[in-house]
């Protein structure tokens, strides 16, 4: 019999391994070729579950595929495309079965409706094409996962296997952040400039990463520090995985029995919450006033309190390592390199600071968009023509090209890097009011799923399913808190993620309307 669980665990093993072989130029770079090709055989061999577990545990090393034209184009693209294909031939073709949508997917089939028209009157239709191809790429895992994990048993393997792909992208951070020990600073950017980020986002970024990223932390009266990022391009979407990895490892304390790994559990939040910390993001740490607040409402009318009062613990870690930054990065300069620099607390002062480099470059950005934004109201610049907003010189003749590969001087990037830093403002300058209204629909389907089910089930505080699916919202809300100073949704692997947690907590609100003869979503 083809044991399915040992062989995902070789599978991906060996992931791990030639990932790591080939990001750090020890094997070829064409040798993404096999990787791929092995990653399409095991969804071929592996049943349907087994076949997106397999595809799930290789988000953190889906390296960029080689080639002259589309040098940023990740192999998760094909495997994702496969994988569904390969669920639509098991499941529909030949097994007969419908593929369902969860109760919020209308919304966003509405929200799709006015992307498309926005890509329809823009002038680089081929860009937003690619864009919204790119959504709907990572969207269909989200089809896949919610049809297949239909049971108990399914959701708490599946919430083990998410868990596990969230898991080692934040202890490749603490890798990526011990190696910043290693060698002075300017060699450490230009070595994970050049054959990391090369390696994961093709050259075009790697040789803007070069003399351009979010990597520092800058203080005042102080030199700059390197920030935990793990294998993503920035900090700030590094942050928001190692955010999205504490409620998995919550939910897993109650299916586990032994103390031990109860003992990993809670050593790994710790850690979590740390990289938090170590990422240098500002949105991020501020955003935790979201389910701050949430909770505490929910804690002072008295609902469910047994089932809340746990969820407090991981967002109590974070703010204890963020008030004892002072202590801890007086030890990592002294590791590094025994040199003065600014501490945790000084960089989240900075939130309040209009006159720090960074906010002021938001807001100056901020009342651009907007400024563009009152000259087209209804469907902005385009789905993914951010880049027109950036031109002051009104060169309606230039292409795309010309326009994206233009220096912004503001925040020393290519234009084609440069976003609203506010995710609802993005939506607002490429797909106007339509297409932000549309979107802010679709958040408000999916909080009201998961309020709907908050209010159903609440009361039975030891089910761990009930408090992953509520505690998942909870981090939904801190996403979208943090969303209003950055765009970080549409990073790869937050996008994919995030899908993966509608998924599993679509299919923990479907399981349990089903158990209780509610309304079917």
């Known amino acids: 019999m083809f044991k399915q669980k040992f ?141 297949l994990i239909t049971t108990k048993a399914r ?20 890798v990526q952040f011990a190696g910043t020990f290693a060698t002075t600073t300017y060699h450490f950017w230009q070595y994970w400039a050049t054959l990391i980020s090369r390696a994961y986002y093709g050259k075009t970024l790697s040789d803007t990463l070069v003399y351009s990223n979010s990597w520092f932390s800058f203080y005042k009266n102080a030199p700059p520090a390197l920030r935990m990022f793990s294998i993503l391009p920035d900090s700030h979407a590094f942050a928001v995985l190692a955010m999205f990895s504490m409620p998995f490892a919550a939910a897993l304390l109650f299916f586990t029995a032994e103390k031990w790994k109860k003992v990993l559990l ?56 963020l008030g004892a930054s002072p202590l801890i990065q007086k030890g990592v300069n002294a590791i590094r390199s025994g040199t003065n620099t600014g501490n945790f607390i000084e960089r989240a002062s900075s939130i309040y600071n209009l006159n720090d480099p960074s906010n002021a470059g938001r807001i100056a950005i901020w009342k651009n968009t907007l400024q563009f934004a009152a000259k087209h109201p209804l469907f902005g610049a385009g789905f993914g023509d951010f880049v027109i907003t950036l031109d ?19 925040y020393n990037l290519p234009k084609q890097y440069v976003t609203a830093h506010n995710l609802y403002l993005d939506f607002l300058a490429e797909t106007g009011l339509v297409g932000l209204v549309m979107f802010l629909f679709y958040l408000k389907e999916i909080f009201a799923a998961f309020w709907k089910f908050f209010k159903a089930h609440y009361l039975f505080a030891a089910d761990g399913l009930i408090f992953l699916a509520v505690n998942l919202g909870l981090y939904l809300a801190w996403l979208f808190a943090y969303s209003l100073v950055d765009g970080t949704l549409l990073n790869d692997r937050v996008l994919m993620f995030f899908f993966l947690i509608l998924a599993i907590s679509a299919s923990i609100i479907r399981v349990y309307s089903e158990e209780h003869g509610e309304n079917r979503n």
């Open 7 to 147: 062989y995902l665990t070789v599978f991906t093993i060996y992931q791990l391994f030639s990932t790591a072989l080939i990001a750090t130029g020890a094997w070829p770079a064409d040798l993404v070729y096999l990787n791929l090709a092995i990653q399409l055989a095991a969804i071929l061999l592996f049943d349907l579950e087994h076949a997106l577990y397999s595809v799930v545990l290789t988000i953190p090393f889906y390296l960029a595929v080689p080639n002259p034209k589309f040098d940023s184009l990740s192999a998760w693209r094909f495997t994702f495309a496969a994988l569904f294909a390969v669920f639509w031939w098991k499941y529909k073709y030949r097994g007969g079965q419908k593929i369902r949508g969860f109760a919020w997917d209308p919304s966003l089939v509405w929200l799709a409706a006015a992307i498309i028209i926005s890509i329809a009157l823009e002038p680089f239709k081929t860009v937003g094409a690619k864009k919204l191809l790119f959504v709907v790429n990572a969207y269909l895992i989200y089809l896949v996962a919610y049809n």
């Open 392 to 410: 002051q010189n009104n060169q309606p003749s230039a292409s795309f090209q010309q326009l994206a590969q233009q220096k912004d001087q503001a």
């Open 266 to 321: 809670w050593i790994f939040i710790a850690l979590a919450a740390a990289a938090i910390s170590f990422s240098g993001t500002r949105g991020v740490w501020a955003g935790i006033l979201a389910p701050l607040l949430v909770l505490i409402y929910l804690y002072t009318r008295h609902w469910g309190r047994k089932l809340i009062a746990a969820m407090f613990i991981p967002l109590v870690l974070f703010i204890v390592f």
């Open 155 to 174: 959701i708490i393997t599946f919430s083990k296997t998410i868990f596990t792909a969230l898991a080692m992208i934040v202890l490749l951070g603490y």
